[in-house]
């Protein structure tokens, strides 16, 4: 098999009303998608999706022609392009739908099928106020969730911490509560200061009395000094890693014992390649492996495959927070039958359709699009 041909769309889905982000001042009032369409001489196409393949073009070249199989060889190029450009793993995603569907089965079982199903949480991200988080968590808890993520966006912590009192006095122990401070990275315009480690303590202190099972970047996400004093001055987990790109940034926050929980997106990170090495590393380290999965559908299916086949996590996130960050939304270039939901018990299962096991909405697709570029063969 030789990979003949590689397609990146655009496409651009308008929010009314708009989504408020915790993470951004304006309101979001619409959501981009970019996929990769990798075709073969065999007539099977991989599709990968997450970031804008920014530099990608020109490079074409170094894959026209190659067995998709070659993930180790594929995956050292798009590192390299990493280093020099922007995030082109969306391309590893592809190549990995490809040796599912031509092996007959889903990437997860490829990866060793540690799991055949994880409970998600929901991951919340919408600017509400804490009466309304507080009813919004037990909608979650009667669909089945049995644990949510709440993102701090006050300027002063305390308003924050507010925020999870009242979610904890409404649903109780319903629900494992995860709270993400946003301090790891920073939006292009933010130019606010971030918490030192005496304010990340602190608030880590105030999170105990909630039973808090996570605090998701709390500092930097190159700190890895003060993130490993921090782990030892709470008794609340320490995560992150989410934004970091390359696999020597885990391997050194590993080695310095920087976090309890690593979150890498393959969607972002090093792909569904290297972030199975990435995920081995810090488990054989003693830490937990959870990505982030906040691109959109595919991206969720992606990490749920690496999930089920090497993670140790007891959970996988879930970007979810109706009605305006609903499902319909996230997973719009997505066939509405292979759209990610949970089950009644709260679990994410893999589709166990060959590949990443998803199909694309072909009249979304022609209805959102908004930029396309093809490199190889075309076909008569």
Not at 9 to 14: D, F, N
Not at 220 to 247: S, W, Y
Not at 284 to 309: D, M, R
């Amino acid at each position: 098999m030789k990979i003949t041909g590689i397609e990146i769309k655009q496409y651009l889905l308008p929010l009314d009303p708009p989504f408020k982000a915790a993470w951004d001042p304006a309101p979001r009032k619409q959501f981009a998608s970019t996929l990769v369409y990798v075709h073969t001489d065999e007539g099977i196409t991989g599709v990968g999706s997450g970031d804008l393949m920014t530099g990608f073009e020109g490079h074409e070249h170094l894959f026209i022609g190659q067995d998709p199989f070659d993930v180790e060889r594929h995956a050292k190029v798009l590192d390299n392009i990493d280093f020099h450009y922007g995030r082109p793993w969306p391309l590893d995603l592809a190549l990995w739908d490809i040796i599912g569907k031509a092996s007959g089965q889903p990437v997860y079982k490829l990866l060793g099928a540690k799991q055949d199903k994880v409970l998600a949480y929901a991951s919340t991200g919408e600017l509400v106020t804490k009466e309304e988080r507080a009813e919004r968590a037990l909608g979650l808890a009667e669909k089945g969730f049995k644990a949510m993520k709440i993102r701090f966006h006050h300027s002063n912590p305390k308003d924050d911490i507010a925020v999870v009192e009242e979610v904890r006095k409404a649903i109780g122990d319903k629900m494992e509560i995860m709270v993400d401070a946003n301090q790891g990275w920073k939006m292009p315009w933010d130019t606010e200061r971030t918490w030192d480690l005496k304010t990340a303590a602190n608030v880590a202190k105030e999170l105990e009395q909630y039973n808090v099972f996570w605090l998701e970047e709390p500092l930097p996400h190159d700190d890895a000094k003060n993130m490993a004093r921090l782990r030892q001055m709470t008794k609340v987990r320490i995560a992150g890693g989410e934004m970091n790109r390359r696999f020597h940034e885990f391997r050194d926050l590993s080695n310095k014992g920087a976090l309890d929980v690593y979150q890498p997106d393959v969607a972002l990170c090093g792909g569904i390649t290297y972030g199975k090495k990435i995920a081995d590393y810090v488990q054989a380290n003693g830490s937990v492996y959870s990505p982030h999965t906040w691109t959109n559908g595919i991206g969720v299916i992606a990490n749920l495959h690496i999930v089920l086949g090497v993670s140790n996590s007891p959970f996988i996130e879930f970007p979810y927070d109706p009605p305006a960050w609903s499902i319909e939304r996230r997973d719009y270039v997505q066939t509405p039958e292979t759209m990610l939901n949970i089950d009644s018990e709260g679990y994410l299962r893999a589709s166990g359709k060959p590949g990443l096991g998803f199909d694309l909405d072909e009249e979304a697709l022609k209805k959102y699009e908004i930029n396309y570029f093809y490199v190889g063969e075309k076909e008569s």
